[in-house]
């Protein structure tokens, strides 16, 4: 089978609050959804109608048999979803105090199965036929998921997008992060980062510098999310600047996963540029609107009917 897209990383059950605005100290009640930023894009894309797979591994526990059920139930293949005797499952907590305080908090230990994936586990002819590779700079925080990410990077031809995902606490040594996010670009054809998550990787935080330093390094496009101000999207010979959608945020956690699902959905497609940061932008603002991550990922025609209402 070709896949439309193929992610790789991260996985965990996210144990978010069902009460707004209180500390994880006070709450009451909580509830239990899929997890993992590349993990949520595969959802996000699926939700779209694309194909999507997630190469990923969990604990061998109930959370673990979670993830396959609810894989499953959102059209996400879990054949490259594989078990770590002896690891658990992640959990991620949140707290929600819209409109922009969400901390949240990661349970890896004593280390995450997600970053047990080895080169020599890789389908590479699936990796390798995908019509996009989706991989993180998370993925490159550790052996031997590290060696394992960019050997997917350098098997495929298609799309292959990297998303800058920086998270320092879940790095061995954050220090190296730079180093090896810019071996990891010289691999992509697309690159998707905030303006933090630039500075790690291209040493540039203004946008459009930011823009032109990861092209400097090899993607074809670059797009730079920047919080209030919209998203930047650029290529050697365009680049476009898009606002953000108003909306009552409820939850910002998922919000970029929604984005990266439609900006594969978008790619696929075959969008101008204008057209595909729009719809995927506006696929974030809904689930930025809702509780959930995975569960709240919209289909296309919401997200065009939000569009056409906003």
């Given at each position: 089978?070709?896949f439309?897209?193929?992610?790789m990383?991260?996985?965990?059950v996210?144990?978010?609050p069902?009460?707004?605005g ?5 709450v009451?009640?909580?509830g239990?959804y899929?997890?993992?930023?590349p993990?949520n894009?595969?959802?996000a894309?699926?939700r ?7 190469i990923t ?8 048999r979670?993830?396959h ?26 707290e929600?105090f819209?409109?922009?305080d969400f901390?949240?908090y990661?349970y890896r ?7 047990q994936?080895?080169?020599h ?5 699936a990796i390798a036929?995908?019509r996009?590779?989706w991989?993180t700079?998370?993925g490159?925080s550790q052996?031997p ?8 990077l350098g098997?495929h031809s ?9 998270r320092?606490?879940l790095?061995t040594?954050a220090?190296e992060a730079?180093?090896w ?6 691999r992509?054809?697309?690159a998707?980062?905030?303006l ?5 990787a291209?040493?540039?935080?203004e ?8 092209l400097a ?9 920047m919080?209030p101000?919209?998203v930047l ?10 606002p953000?959608?108003?909306v009552?945020v409820v ?13 594969c ?5 075959g969008?101008?540029?204008?057209r595909?940061i729009?719809f995927?932008g506006?696929?974030g603002a ?6 959930a991550?995975s569960?709240?990922?919209p ?7 939000f569009?056409?209402?906003?």
């Open positions: 089978m070709t439309d897209l193929i992610t990383g991260r996985v965990s996210d144990v978010y069902d009460q707004v209180v500390p994880l100290e006070d009451e009640s909580f239990k899929l997890g993992g930023s993990t894009v595969a959802v894309a699926a779209h109608g694309r194909s999507a797979a997630v591994r969990t604990g061998d526990d109930p959370f673990g979670f993830v059920k609810a894989l499953k139930e959102y059209g996400v293949d879990d054949r490259f979803v594989t078990a770590v005797p002896g690891l658990p499952t992640p959990l991620a907590f949140c929600i819209p409109p922009d901390p949240l990661f230990y004593p280390k995450a199965p997600d970053l994936i080895h080169p586990e890789l389908d590479l002819e036929t995908a996009i590779m991989a700079v998370t490159l052996e998921s590290r060696e394992a990410t960019l050997t997917a098997e298609g799309y292959t997008i990297l998303d800058l995902d920086y320092p606490m790095w040594d220090a730079p180093h996010a810019g071996l990891a670009l010289e992509a054809s697309v998707v980062g905030n933090e998550e630039c500075a790690v291209v040493g540039e935080r946008p459009r510098a930011a823009a032109r330093a990861i390094r090899g993607p074809e496009l670059a797009i730079v999310k919080g101000d919209g999207a650029a290529t050697a010979g365009e680049v476009v600047e898009v953000p959608v108003k009552d939850n910002g956690l998922g919000a970029g996963d929604a984005f990266g699902g439609a900006i959905h978008g790619l696929l497609a969008w101008d540029l204008r595909l729009e995927a506006a696929a809904i689930v930025a609107s809702r509780i991550c569960a709240a990922m289909a296309a025609d919401e997200v065009t009917a569009l056409e209402d906003s």
